[in-house]
């Protein structure tokens, strides 16, 4: 099976819904799977724009969800950025301008503060 993004062109990329195919609709004459042939199935069956994703990230950086960008120069799928002080790092990941705390305890981003707050045990 191989996994589908439909991609908003109109919306700078946005991901719209993500979708299934079998492997014999994306597979050429000699059953090699092949993008184009699984890209171009949906666009005839639902119309859109299609690119692949996987569940492993072998390729893309993530696996594609509703709401994530997939950026064309990157050739990766890219989650919604979280806050507006957050940066992206070289594997597509959203990192906060200072780390986490690495102490065990949990912790959540306050932007307003810039950092990391404890999250008070309950």
């Known amino acids: 099976m191989a996994h589908y993004a439909e991609i908003d062109t109109d919306r700078n990329n946005v991901v719209l819904r993500v979708v299934v195919v079998d492997n014999k609709d994306t597979a050429d004459a000699q059953g090699v799977e092949k993008e184009h042939i699984g890209a171009a199935y949906l666009e005839r069956l639902l ?8 569940y492993n990230g072998k390729i893309r950086k993530h696996y594609a969800g509703i ?14 950025k979280p806050y507006p002080s957050w940066s992206l790092d070289d594997d597509c990941n959203w990192q906060a301008p200072v780390p986490m705390p690495s102490d065990g305890e ?3 981003w306050d932007e ?3 950092n990391w707050i404890a999250v008070p045990k309950e």
């Open 112 to 114: 307003a503060a810039g």
């Open 47 to 54: 119309g859109g724009t299609w690119v692949q994703t996987s």
């Open 67 to 80: 709401g994530y960008t997939y950026d064309t120069s990157l050739d990766a799928f890219i989650p919604p």
């Open 106 to 108: 949990m912790y959540s």
